[in-house]
Structures are given as structure tokens and as C-alpha cells.
């Protein structure tokens, strides 16, 4: 049911904790289930009894077991919704081991809210939905056969190409032949995982961080060790020492409008966590998704302009921007690394479907992609201070956020009284939804943050819904609580 590995830095009591955690919030352990006696799980584990205890102990404290007195142990019903029942006996399927440890963010990923703030999704209408229908007819006009095509493994050549002249502005310089079409920077952070993580193997995270990311390195047995978000981004200062002492292989990073938070990690900062990763011969995976969606000015140069030795895998995401239908992501790394990046994306799916990267083709680096990219941040920014002013107004005392300067997220600090996955229980009742914080750590028991989308929803539903959230935290707000938290 779960594993835990002796040689990680993580005490094994948390291990046992946090694996119970991640399948209970990933809906892979229902309320209800019964779990096995802390005798059973400390043979079945080779550890002790008091271990066990302690991580049993930890969990009916923190809400997610009940002690039944001569029953056993079982899953506490959470204040979520639990799949309906169909009359069908499935129990004995929980004999079946897995090696999935954790799908949190699936689970926000599909809300069907009036009230959509949970996915880093772009709003429909904001798209250039005409102009690619055009494109989608030229397409099959030039190639009436293209859906009885394959597309190469490594991605459309012209695509590449096209992709080279684009990285060029944001000074990474690369070839054709180091770059990957990937359906979308979720399979980029999946690919990169499958070569190069495997049980045990250190992987450094930013706490809070894309919980996509999580799920991922979770599946592959990775020790995730994290270090701290501030204003600026990851806290290169506390990870040379993690890295002194850990030896990871990879630190996973989102330096610009990182997910959730927000933040611009500067330049500088940036040239020191790519010292560090020299200095340790370790990877760095740079996640970039939101770049282009900046709001008063370009971000700094990615890492990846400034790496010289190849210790830099560039992942970058073109779905927000251009199509999310398409699914179209690419990851630009040289050397051996790029070799395996790309034996392993044979190995997944033998390449990407054709007709995506052939119909937004036209689009990269044309005028009409800049006419859009100008229009999307003008109306991503006009819903972000959408968001802020009504927070301003109506938000209880005490909740603070970051004020993001691009991107699609806001990120909210709740006030010691108010905990964030309560309130999302309170906020699907009325249709709201939002990411809880306690999915973006992948160690700690985080419940007083969440994260909150302005990208889908448009301006009057965002007003509506924050208006809703707001109602619902000030009806929750203590009676003590009037003075200011922070």
C-alpha cells in the first residue's frame, strides 16, 4: 500500500505519514477504508512498532484516521465529497499493489464550479478561436492526409526551427536537433523523471511548488527535500547547504511567475542556483510556462541562457499561450542528457500527433501571435486587479497575499484561524473552487494558503466568486479575531 525508503534523510515515521497523506488527498484512499493494524504495516514495512504508532498517532491528530475500539483503523471521511457507492463489492482490488503514491492535482483539475479559480487555465475567449480555425483548414488543404500521418519522434523539424529563432530573444541559444516536442510540460516533467529518477534519488523542490511536479517525483520514489519560497523566489542561500549535505540529482524549479506563488526569482539569485547545481554536478529542470504573460515588464533571462555545460533542462510550455487544446511543450537539453530525453519519449509514445504542431506552426513568432500575446496581458491584468481590489475591500483582516506581476495565479495567506482546506469544503457548497496550499508541499502539512486562478474565469464571475469567499471566511472569522493577524 505504501513505501518508505531507510536511507532517505525523512525520519521513517514521516514517510509513513506523508505516503498516507498523499493517497487520502489524492482520493486514492477513500473514507472508510480500513487500514492495517499498526502490527501488520510494522511487519509489512520491517520497521517498529513505535514507529508505526507515531505516524498513526500523527494522522488521527491532523484528521485523517478514527479509531473505531474493536474495528480497527480506518480512513476518516474528509469534508470533501467521496465517490458514490454503486452497490458493487471493489475491496478486494485494494490487494492489488500499485506505485502510485500520489494525484493530488487531478483532483482539482476537473471542477465543474460556477466559480472556476482551481486550474491555471486561460479563458476560451481569449483566444484567437477564428484565426485558428483558419489554420486548421489550411492545414488539411496543404496536407489531406495528415491524419494518416505519424509525427516524428523528436517533433515537427519546422516547428524546431521555428522554436530556435523564438528561444534566440530570450538569449538560449540551441539547435533543431536539442530540442523535444513534448504534448504539453506535463509529459517534459514526466520525461524527465522517468530518465533520470528512480527510488531514493534526491530531488530538491521549491516549498510551495507546481503539485503536478509532486505527483510526478512522488511516483518515481524520489526523496523530495525543499527549500523555502520568499518574495524573490527559491532560497538559494539554505539550498547550498541542502546540497552539501543531500547530493541531489535534480532541483526542480519555476524561477519566473513561479507556480503558486507569483514570484520573480532576480538574475542574480538565478546565476547562484546554477553555481550551485555545477558545483554539485546536478540537473536543473526550469519549468517555463508563464514568461510571456508579464505585466509591466520582461522577467529576467531564463537560466538556461546563461548555461554553458548543459546542466540546464529547459522545459517550456506553449499551451497556455497559443492552444491549450493542442497540448504542445518542448524541452531544450544538449548533450547525453538530450540522448536519453530522447529515447525515453520514444519509448512513451513513439512522438507527438502531427496536426497540432502544424497548425500552430504559423503562429510562433508572427505578428498575429503578438497582437495576441498584447491582448491576453492586458486582460489577464485587468482580471488580476479584478481579484486584488476586491480582496482589498472585503477580505477579513489578516489575509495577505503576493501581488503577482504576470502569470495566472494569486497566492493567499489565510490567518492562523481560517484553514484553507475547511474553506474549500465552505466554498463548493457554493460553487467556488481554488487550489488548497496543502497541495503545493510535498512534505509539509501546510492549511493556512491556497491558490487562486484569475485566468479562466472571466471578469464578472471572478468578481462574484471572490465576493463569495470573502462572505464565506468573514462568516467563519472568530469573535476574538478583530485585531490584525500579521
Known amino acids: 500500500m505504501i513505501t518508505i525508503n531507510k536511507n532517505e534523510a525523512i525520519p ?21 477504508t480500513k487500514l492495517p493494524t499498526v502490527r501488520q504495516l510494522s511487519k509489512d514495512l520491517e520497521v517498529s ?28 471521511t474528509q469534508q470533501q465529497s467521496e465517490p458514490s457507492k454503486t452497490g458493487q463489492d471493489f475491496d478486494w482490488q485494494l490487494s492489488i499493489p500499485d506505485y502510485l503514491h500520489r494525484s493530488q492535482y487531478a483532483r482539482f483539475q ?121 518574495e ?59 514568461s510571456d504573460i508579464y505585466f509591466d515588464r520582461k522577467p529576467p533571462l531564463p537560466i538556461k541562457s546563461m548555461d554553458k555545460t548543459g546542466h540546464v533542462i529547459y522545459l517550456k510550455g506553449l499551451s497556455k499561450t497559443i492552444a491549450p487544446g493542442c497540448r504542445i511543450g518542448l524541452i531544450a537539453a544538449s548533450g547525453s542528457i538530450f540522448k536519453r530525453l530522447y529515447a525515453a519519449k520514444a519509448n512513451m509514445d513513439l512522438g507527438s500527433p502531427l496536426l497540432p504542431q502544424k497548425v500552430i506552426l504559423p503562429l510562433v513568432d508572427s505578428t498575429k501571435m503578438e497582437q495576441h500575446l498584447k491582448r491576453l496581458r492586458a486582460a489577464l491584468k485587468s482580471r488580476r486587479d479584478t481579484v486584488l481590489a476586491v480582496l482589498s475591500e472585503q477580505a477579513p483582516t489578516g489575509v495577505t497575499w503576493h501581488i503577482p506581476k504576470g502569470g495566472l495565479n494569486v497566492w493567499i495567506q489565510l490567518p492562523a484561524w481560517l484553514d484553507s482546506n475547511v474553506l474549500l469544503y465552505e466554498a463548493n457548497k457554493r460553487n467556488v473552487s481554488f487550489l488548497t496550499g496543502s497541495a503545493c508541499f510535498a512534505i509539509e502539512n501546510e492549511h493556512s494558503t491556497f491558490r487562486l486562478s484569475y485566468s479562466y474565469a472571466n471578469e464578472k464571475l471572478l468578481r462574484e466568486g471572490v465576493m463569495i469567499l470573502c462572505d464565506i471566511m468573514q462568516a467563519m472569522q472568530p469573535a476574538s479575531s478583530s485585531s490584525p493577524t500579521f
Open 232 to 290: 524573490n523566489g527559491m532560497r538559494v542561500d539554505m539550498l547550498h547547504s541542502l546540497c552539501e549535505k543531500h547530493k541531489p540529482k535534480l532541483i526542480y524549479t519555476t524561477p519566473t511567475f513561479h507556480n503558486p506563488t507569483g514570484t520573480i526569482m532576480p538574475l542574480q539569485r538565478r546565476k547562484v542556483l546554477l553555481d550551485i547545481a555545477e558545483s554539485h554536478h546536478c540537473l536543473i529542470m526550469e519549468d517555463d510556462p508563464f
Open 49 to 76: 512498532l513505535v514507529t508505526v504508532m507515531k505516524a498513526y498517532k500523527q494522522l488521527e491528530e491532523d484528521g485523517f484516521l478514527e479509531l473505531s475500539k474493536g474495528k480497527g483503523t480506518y480512513v476518516k
Open 12 to 32: 521513517l515515521s514521516k514517510q509513513i505519514y506523508v505516503s498516507f497523506v498523499d493517497k487520502i488527498r489524492s482520493g486514492l484512499l477513500s473514507g472508510g
Open 110 to 230: 476537473d471542477s465543474d464550479a460556477s466559480y472556476h479559480f482551481s486550474s491555471s487555465m486561460i479563458d476560451p475567449a481569449l483566444f484567437p478561436n477564428q484565426y485558428m480555425d483558419q489554420l486548421i483548414a489550411q492545414v488539411f488543404m496543404q496536407n489531406p492526409r495528415i491524419l494518416s500521418q505519424y509525427g516524428g519522434i523528436q517533433g515537427d523539424l519546422a516547428l524546431r526551427e521555428k522554436m530556435v529563432q523564438n528561444m534566440e530573444k530570450s538569449k538560449i541559444i540551441t539547435t533543431p536537433e536539442n530540442l523535444l516536442i513534448t504534448s504539453g510540460s506535463q509529459q517534459g516533467i514526466d520525461l524527465v523523471a522517468r530518465t533520470f529518477i528512480g527510488p531514493g534519488d534526491v530531488v530538491i523542490m521549491e516549498a510551495p511548488t507546481y503539485p503536478g511536479a509532486i505527483d510526478v517525483f512522488r511516483s518515481r520514489g524520489a526523496t523530495i527535500l525543499t527549500v523555502p519560497v520568499d
